[in-house]
Structure formats: C-alpha cells, structure tokens
C-alpha cells in the first residue's frame, strides 16, 4: 500500500470542496490521506471510528460528512462498512503497469459490497484512459468480467457524479433524515448535512 498520496493544490479551487465547511473539508482530506485507503479509493471504515479517529464528536462528523455524500465526493455503504472516493484514482497515477497489477492485491481489503464493484469499475474506466499496456495490465489482474453498463459509467478519470433527481432529493430528505437521526443518538435530522446521510440498512449513498 502506498505511503503517500497526490494531492493536487487545485482543490482549493473546486467549487464542491471550497463549498465544504471546515470539518467536510477536513473530513475529505483524511480519507484521501487515511493509511488504510487502497488504491482504488476504497477502504474499510465507519462514520464512528473515523470520527473517533479525528476526536471528533459524532454528530459533528456526521453532519459534515453528509456534506461530502451530498456533494457525491464521497459514497458509504452502511451495512458493509464500505467508503468510496469515486474521483480518487483521477489524481493517483500508476507510474507502469506493473503497479497497476500490484493494485489489485488491495482489492481484498474491500468489503465485498456494490461500492467494491464501482470501485474496480472505476479502475478499468483510469486503465482505459492510459496505454494499452494498463489496459492489458487490468484484464490479467481482474480477469473476470463486470457489466457493461458499471464499466462505462463508473469513468473514474472521465465521468463526473450526476446530481440526484427531485424525487431522490425529496426521499434523502425525509426517510433518510429520519434514519440518520436515529443512528447518531436522537438528532433532530434538520441540521444541515444530517438528511445527507445515507445510513440506513440497505441503502448505498
């Protein structure tokens, strides 16, 4: 696992991130930076360990990483323990495919979840924008096949989060709220970033 990660300094000028408050910000920053994250932007964690973590207390982490879900930056599959970076591997380069290929031994430290299946997606999509080398690298290191249809929308180098629809937004914002409050011990779902949590049993965000 690599002991250090790109970051590039044009971040403070993406309106998503400058749009976070502090702690989003902050929050964003260690997961790209956490030493557990693999390669493929996918890592085993929990909203309460993390949070734990940065002592921070849990509706405070809560509130602001329901920023980042909001804002797609960050998908987290509750049931699973599954956190995903979908535009991580957009500025973490393999330097051959070699590297590419040596990737694929920190897939099993994956939680086995559908965030896995895009995070491997997402992997195929940055080999595809290379050389035909990476390409040829991630079919001998994935040999099995993934739908068509995860395969050219999960572009981690090309594609971009689509916004959700009035009736996901509408959902997320009722159900979800409720969900979410419950988990964090009583809170009232109606402070900002909580109707952005996707924690209930069964839901991906």
């Given at each position: 696992?690599?002991?250090?990660?790109?970051?590039?300094?044009?971040?403070w000028?993406?309106?998503?991130?400058?749009?976070?408050?502090?702690?989003?910000?902050?929050?964003?920053?260690?997961?790209?930076?956490?030493?557990?994250?693999?390669?493929?932007?996918?890592?085993?964690?929990?909203?309460?360990?993390?949070?734990?973590?940065?002592?921070?207390?849990?509706?405070t982490?809560?509130?602001?990483?329901?920023?980042?879900?909001?804002?797609?930056?960050?998908k987290?599959?509750?049931?699973?323990?599954?956190?995903?970076?979908?535009?991580?591997?957009?500025?973490q380069?393999?330097e051959?495919?070699?590297?590419?290929?040596?990737?694929s031994?920190?897939?099993?430290?994956?939680?086995?979840?559908?965030l896995?299946?895009?995070?491997?997606?997402?992997?195929?999509?940055?080999?595809?924008g290379?050389?035909?080398g990476f390409?040829?690298?991630?079919?001998?290191?994935?040999?099995?096949?993934?739908?068509?249809?995860?395969?050219?929308?999960?572009?981690?180098?090309?594609?971009?989060?689509?916004?959700?629809?009035?009736?996901?937004?509408?959902?997320?914002g009722?159900?979800?709220?409720?969900g979410a409050?419950?988990?964090?011990?009583?809170?009232?779902?109606?402070?900002?970033?909580?109707?952005?949590?996707?924690?209930?049993?069964?839901?991906?965000?």
């Open positions: 696992m690599a002991h250090y990660r790109k970051i590039d300094v044009r971040i000028n993406d309106a998503k991130f400058s749009g976070l408050s502090n702690s989003a910000k902050l929050i964003f920053l260690f997961l790209v930076t956490h030493p557990q994250m693999t390669a493929l932007g996918a890592m085993r964690a929990t909203p309460q360990g993390l949070a734990a973590e940065l002592q921070m207390e849990l509706e982490f809560a509130e602001a990483f329901g920023e980042a879900l909001a804002q797609g930056m960050a987290h599959d509750r049931n699973s323990c599954c956190i995903y970076l979908p535009n991580f591997l957009r500025y380069s393999a051959s495919p070699n590297v590419l290929r040596n990737w031994k920190q897939v099993e430290y994956i939680p086995e979840c559908e896995k299946t895009r995070a491997i997606a997402g992997l195929r999509g940055y080999a595809e290379l050389s035909k390409l040829k690298a991630f079919k001998e290191a994935f040999p099995e096949d993934f739908p068509e249809s995860v395969n050219s929308k999960q572009r981690a180098v090309s594609s971009k989060p689509k916004p959700p629809s009035q009736g996901e937004r509408l959902h997320l009722d159900t979800h709220a409720r409050a419950e988990e964090i011990g009583g809170h009232d779902g109606n402070a900002v970033g909580a109707e952005n949590l996707d924690w209930p049993a069964g839901r991906v965000s």
